[in-house]
């Protein structure tokens, strides 16, 4: 089965949050320390095949958004966000006959039963 939309720009910010060391009065090392959470935000631009993204994101469905590159060495990786919204849409008709392209912002990476994202590598 196709994809339900297809992707023509991506941009990510991974970011931990509240980490950090907590150090007590009197000791050269820290006495504890926080972990924080991995945030994953960005945007993306894509062009829905049909409505089931869209309606995906008109519930505020958590879904999962993945894509593939390649490297110089033919190595494949598969980019996941196992538990994403997408956000403040900004749909761009261009004119009559022209394509609908819709920019969204990407919020993931609050649900802590999932990981914020999945990396896999395949070797070429």
Known sequence: TPPGSAGTRLALKVSREGA?????????????????QLLVSGQIEIYFRDLTQY???KAETRSRISWRKRDANG???????PGSNLMNPNIQVQGPNKTIMARFDIEGGNDASLP????DRFAA
Request: aromatic fraction near 12%; hydrophobic fraction near 40%.
């Open 75 to 81: 190595n494949h990786y598969i980019f996941t966000l």
């Open 55 to 57: 309606n995906l994101f």
């Open 20 to 36: 950090g060391m907590d150090y007590g009065m009197g000791s050269a090392t820290a006495q504890g320390a926080r972990g924080g």
């Open 116 to 119: 914020s994202i999945q990396i």
